[in-house]
């Protein structure tokens, strides 16, 4: 048979059984046989129960996924008083439910209360090995979702027809034209009733179908509402460590400008108090070589001056002047290096002594003339007195030999002052250069402050990128919901095209071209549904890689505020060891700089003293000079030719003078230049001795500090001392009132057994009084005197009421009731003097404690004081830290503003995939329009042709029928059978497009599920999916689960059906958001609902 295949029907009525007009073919049962070609057959849909990858069998006992969220135990199967249908009752593993096994008085099963919840069987899937159970690993959402939407396309797959059975279509509407004409070929009678059960089968397996898609929706919009309530919970840490992050940034910023600027002061102060101890230093050993060199120089002259006086003693005295004078000029000068506040007063006296040595030159020059005259006089002695000339002459070279080795050092002298001012020019030279680093110093901070300015901005234009992007999202989820609801419209749509099909049986007609039209139109669309899959499949891994990212991004972020703690707390503690160390060094230059200044001012007053002796001494020199000028005027008459040389000798005096006014005027020049850097120092000083007042100030406040702590560490000594008097006055009472009770109790134990028994109490006696006696011989040294008297009266009393124990047998009952009351008043007085005791030792023990607390509280403030240095030191060392980790921080906020900008474009990629699928979608939804309206055509043509037959059987059954009326019934039930065929065939492309849309509503989801990921949890509330109940059979009210025809009562005990234990006319609190009662909607958590 070209081109056909033999198949056996299910059912008997059909056409013959094998052979039709030809050799035999299979034989079959009668009524079981039918041909058709091979492109017309379709796989059947496996029934139910043998459909594979049906979910298992469940049974009581089994661990479940309710609605794919919820976990628990299958502790019930059946059906319920409170519904219709098969219901499931599970034990859930957490506080989820809504009963405790008992729904309107009825129990199912037992379980915790609100542990329980009732749910379709086919909301109820087992768990299964891939399944994660409470200690399990949970698979992904996004790993079930993508199995659910291939499995979804796979059965839409297996239950559509091919290409091939669409193209049978047409090929067999043309062959049932062709059997009109053919007059012999005329096939059995049609059976009405076998194309019916075969749709009815078909709209069952639909039904199912559906019902397992709503299944899968509902485990996928569970599955995203926990994934948006995780985004939620991530999204407000981030805000927080966000937050945190900037509280840290600010904190660190503070505290290192702080410590910034005070280790730039301290180290300011720090280099100016070296640099003045330098400076000090220097003057100091300087004066001390000057002095020692001086004295050296003095001790020479004065020795020579010694042998030479008895020669020449008028010309050692002109000579000796100009020593002198020499002498003090340099003096002079190295005392205005040494001495800043007798350098003027040393020059104004240099300026007296100059005036009174040219008055004294001028009288000399006068004298010297009068000598000329005189000298004149005595030229006659000029010749006997050659030979001495001549001695005097080698005299004279020798004074000039000693002029030149002074002036030698004055030369030496000068270059020493030359040095001098090159030092301080290179320790000016160092503070510049010092100056110059500070500067370098302060510049670098500026620029990490500005650094951090930037990165500070640029953090925030990111997070406004990023609220852009999420608002992007926030609109393209928006247009996700419209498209989902476009595709509920199309779902309801399609049940409404699916009961005009059902009409459309009922009648028939000539439709074979429209229906192949509508065939060509159904696979256009299910091309474009194709490639709408495929589109949402590459968004589903875009959403993935969105969601793998912002973890990482949320890890990152994580990470960085440890490290930015950690980083934080480690340069807080380098800053303040740094600041103590500074104060360490502080303190010792503060130290160095008093022992200085002390060594300064002692070696200053001692120069002073030298110098003053030493002006004394040389007006004492200037007295005698004077005198030997008077003894010598009268020796010169007698030496004529000394004095001719002693006239050469003045000249050259008078040239050396000059020189020597050339020296003052230079030396005056050095001066002003001296006092100006002796104005500096002072300058200088003056701010030291304020820095130094200041510190002994707070030394002061320290010192009185420890004072007030030494005056209460006193009071608190004397509160100790009376506290522990009072103890032990307390003591002393306390053993006075053990001494009492230890007597009471003996009292009582003597009187107890004298009423007892008189034979056995009166022995009892003696041996208490024997133990008594040893007791009291063994504590004679430790007891006092009242103990003594007391054991006596004891032993008196006790032979007293021996006897009267004897006397006194008939008085025993009455006694024996008065010592019972004795016994409990006294028992009642040692209870109350015992409870006394304790409480005055509790008291003195809690004074004990305040004393040692307050003593406590001292150590600690004298310990405090000394943290503080220690503190200050670990925030230097800690700004030295921090300086270096905000570098590290800047190099990874750089990082993270790139792999930022990186995943910036990725999503705006995204969104515009994003947009293309929609578009696509729009294409869809005109196209599933125009479907609807050829739909509606269609339904009215088979209206008609359903009219047209029902009419015709009527016909039938009335009248006998023609050959020819035979064969228009033949081809009007081919038509009928061709027009069944093509509707099952719709209605499995209906249910492949609704499988299709589903899944694609899935994928939606997942998307939406990852761009809402990155939304900003927003004031206004969000719209929760679509819900519906199985109880109540009603949409967006409440969920199965959250149903309160379920939902328990909170008492302990199940209350009857007829009586719930509520007061009627009193409403409960219910709230429309979460569907459950216990709150109104007023009050609901937005945040705990979806």
Not at 585 to 611: G, P, Q, W, Y
Not at 686 to 710: A, C, G, R
Request: glycine residues 4%; negative net charge; hydrophobic residues 30%.
């Amino acid at each position: 048979m070209s081109g056909k295949m033999d198949d056996t029907l299910s059912e008997t009525p059909m056409k013959p059984n094998g052979p039709a007009r030809r050799p035999t073919t299979p034989s079959v049962t009668p009524s079981r046989g039918v041909f058709g070609s091979n492109t017309s057959l379709s796989r059947a849909s496996p029934a139910p129960g043998t459909r594979p990858g049906s979910r298992p069998a469940l049974k009581v006992g089994d661990r479940v996924f309710v609605s794919g969220s919820k976990m628990g135990t299958l502790q019930y199967m059946g059906e319920t008083d409170f519904a219709k249908g098969e219901w499931a009752g599970v034990e859930l593993d957490e506080k989820q439910g809504k009963n405790d096994g008992a729904v309107a008085g009825k129990r199912y099963f037992e379980c915790k209360p609100m542990f329980g919840l009732f749910a379709p069987i086919h909301k109820v899937t087992r768990l299964t090995s891939g399944t994660a159970g409470p200690g399990k690993p949970a698979t992904t959402p996004t790993s079930q979702s993508r199995s659910l939407m291939n499995t979804s396309l796979r059965l839409s797959k297996e239950r559509s027809g091919s290409q091939e059975s669409v193209s049978s279509i047409s090929s067999s509407a043309s062959s049932v034209s062709r059997s009109r004409a053919k007059p012999g070929h005329r096939p059995s009678t049609l059976n009405l009733t076998a194309t019916t059960t075969a749709l009815q089968k078909a709209l069952k397996e639909k039904e199912e179908h559906i019902e397992q898609l709503l299944k899968e929706r509902d485990l996928e919009r569970s599955e995203v509402a926990r994934a948006a309530a995780q985004c939620d919970e991530a999204e407000g840490q981030m805000l927080m460590m966000r937050g945190e992050q900037e509280r840290y940034k600010q904190d660190v910023d503070d505290t290192v400008l702080k410590l910034r600027s005070l280790v730039a002061d301290m180290q300011q102060e720090k280099v100016e108090l070296v640099n003045q101890l330098d400076t000090e230093k220097r003057k100091v050993e300087d004066l001390q070589f000057q002095i020692e060199e001086e004295a050296m120089t003095k001790d020479d002259m004065e020795s020579r001056t010694e042998e030479e006086e008895m020669k020449f003693r008028e010309i050692e005295r002109l000579q000796q002047r100009e020593k002198e004078r020499a002498d003090k000029l340099e003096q002079e000068l190295y005392a205005m290096k040494a001495m800043a506040k007798d350098n003027t007063e040393k020059l104004e006296s240099t300026e007296e002594l100059n005036i009174t040595y040219l008055d004294q030159i001028e009288e000399i020059t006068h004298k010297l003339s009068q000598a000329e005259t005189k000298i004149k006089g005595y030229e006659s002695n000029r010749l006997e007195e050659g030979a001495k000339t001549s001695q005097v002459s080698l005299e004279l070279e020798e004074k000039e030999n000693k002029i030149s080795e002074l002036e030698e050092i004055l030369t030496t002298k000068n270059k020493e002052v030359k040095q001098l001012s090159n030092n301080l020019q290179e320790v000016e030279e160092d503070l510049f250069a010092s100056r110059e680093k500070n500067n370098h110093m302060k510049n670098q901070v500026e620029k990490l402050t500005s650094q951090m300015d930037n990165q500070s901005k640029a953090s925030e234009t990111f997070n406004l990128e990023l609220q852009q992007l999420k608002s992007q999202i926030s609109d393209l989820q928006r247009k996700l919901d419209s498209s989902e609801d476009k595709a509920k419209r199309l779902n309801d749509e399609k049940i409404q095209l699916e009961q005009q099909m059902s009409d459309m049986m009922r009648n028939s007609g000539d439709s074979s071209k429209r229906l192949s039209i509508l065939t060509e139109q159904l696979q256009d669309r299910n091309r474009k549904i194709q490639d709408l899959q495929a589109d949402l499949s590459s968004s589903t891994q875009q959403t993935a890689k969105l969601r793998e990212e912002k973890d990482r991004l949320r890890k990152e972020g994580e990470k960085e505020r440890e490290n930015l703690f950690v980083k934080h707390n480690d340069v807080v503690n380098t800053i303040k060891l740094t600041l103590q160390d500074v104060q360490k060094e502080l303190s010792k230059s503060n130290n160095k700089m008093t022992a200085m200044k002390e060594e300064f001012e002692k070696e200053k007053e001692d120069a002073i003293n030298r110098k003053i002796t030493e002006i004394n001494n040389l007006k004492k020199n200037l007295e005698q000079s004077k005198a030997d000028l008077e003894k010598q005027e009268v020796q010169t008459q007698a030496h004529k030719q000394v004095l001719d040389k002693t006239n050469m000798e003045m000249e050259a005096l008078k040239f050396e003078k000059e020189k020597a006014d050339k020296l003052v005027k230079r030396l005056e020049s050095e001066k002003d230049g001296i006092n100006t850097d002796l104005i500096h120092i002072r300058v200088t000083n003056s701010k030291v001795q304020l820095e130094y007042e200041k510190m002994v100030d707070e030394k002061n406040k320290l010192q009185q500090q420890i004072e007030d702590l030494k005056e209460d560490k006193d009071k608190v000594s004397e509160t100790k001392t009376s506290i522990l008097q009072e103890k032990e006055e307390l003591v002393t009472e306390k053993t006075k009132l053990v001494e009492d009770n230890d007597k009471v109790n003996r009292e009582l134990v003597e009187s107890k057994a004298s009423l007892q028994q008189k034979d056995i109490q009166i022995e009892e006696l003696q041996k208490e009084v024997e133990k008594m006696k040893t007791e009291v011989n063994d504590k004679e040294e430790a007891m006092s005197q009242k103990s003594q008297s007391q054991s006596q009266d004891l032993q008196t009393q006790i032979e007293k009421s021996q006897a009267r124990i004897k006397e006194l047998d008939g008085m025993l009952q009455s006694e024996i009731s008065r010592g019972e009351k004795t016994v409990k008043e006294l028992e009642k007085k040692l209870l109350m003097q015992t409870s006394e005791t304790d409480q005055k030792y509790n008291q003195l023990e809690a004074l004990f404690k305040e004393v040692e607390d307050e003593r406590d509280t001292m150590k600690a403030q004298l310990e405090f004081s000394n943290l503080v240095a220690e503190e200050r030191r670990r925030l230097e060392e800690q700004n030295m830290q921090l300086n270096q980790e905000m570098e590290k921080t800047e190099e990874s906020h750089r990082k993270e503003i790139d792999s930022l900008e990186k995943t910036k474009i990725s999503l705006q990629k995204e969104v515009a995939n994003l947009k293309n699928e929609n578009a696509s979608l729009d294409k869809f939804r005109h196209s599933t329009e125009n479907q609807e309206k050829e739909n509606k055509d269609l339904m009215s043509q088979i209206n008609s042709l359903k009219s047209q037959l029902q009419a015709q059987e009527v016909n039938s059954n009335t009248i006998g029928l023609s050959a020819n009326e035979i064969e228009d019934k033949q081809t009007i039930d081919g038509q009928v059978e061709f027009l069944n065929s093509v509707i099952v065939d719709l209605q499995k492309k209906n249910g492949d497009l609704k499988t299709r849309l589903e899944a694609m509503e899935s994928g939606v989801l997942t998307n939406g599920e990852a761009n809402s990921s990155m939304e900003e949890v927003s004031e206004s509330k969000k719209l929760p999916p679509r819900l519906f109940c199985d109880i109540c059979d009603v949409f967006d009210k409440h969920d199965t689960e959250d149903c309160p025809c379920q939902a328990m009562d909170y008492d302990d005990e199940t209350p009857s059906p007829s009586h719930h234990g509520g007061d009627r006319k009193q409403l409960r609190p219910y709230c429309d958001i979460c569907e459950a009662f216990g709150h109104w909607t007023d009050a609901c958590d937005d945040e705990q609902t979806f």
